[in-house]
């Protein structure tokens, strides 16, 4: 059993920057992937950015190059850094992680065949033009 608790969520104006963070606690040893996901109530979930254990990274198109995705395994904590925020990157956040599991190209992560998924239950971000 794993639980994913995000922080860091918040208001901002456009251009600016904010940090999320996902911590983990409870089984988190071997393959896994941690990705955030992003949900604006009126679209379906978006991948954004995942990680896998060994560093790998992937990011959607529409965050590349503004958004980065790190992790502290001495922590077992993942990190997203948001910069260039946008509105229209206003959405709930919400941190994903599977065991054993895969990246997928556009910032996904899923769990393996029969590996486990869990979620935590989301920070808010909100862009102001």
């Known amino acids: 059993q794993v639980e994913l608790v995000e922080s860091g969520g918040g208001s901002v104006q456009a251009g600016g920057s904010l940090r999320l963070s996902c911590a983990a606690s409870?089984?988190?040893?071997?393959?896994?992937?941690m990705g955030w996901f992003r949900h604006d109530g009126e679209t379906t979930r978006q991948g954004v950015a995942a990680?896998?254990?060994?560093?790998?990274?992937t990011y959607s198109d529409s965050v590349k190059g503004r958004f980065i995705i790190s992790k502290d395994d001495t922590k077992n904590i993942m990190y997203l850094q948001m910069n260039m925020l946008k509105p229209e990157d206003t959405a709930t956040y919400s941190c994903?992680?599977?065991?054993?599991?895969?990246?997928?190209?556009?910032?996904?992560?899923?769990?393996?065949?029969?590996?486990?998924?869990?979620w935590g239950k989301g920070t808010l971000v909100t862009v102001s033009a």
């Open positions: 994903f992680t599977g065991a054993p599991g895969v990246l997928q190209s556009g910032g996904y992560c899923h769990a393996r065949k029969y590996g486990k998924e869990y």
């Open positions: 409870g089984d988190t040893a071997g393959s896994y992937c």
């Open positions: 990680i896998d254990s060994d560093g790998a990274t």
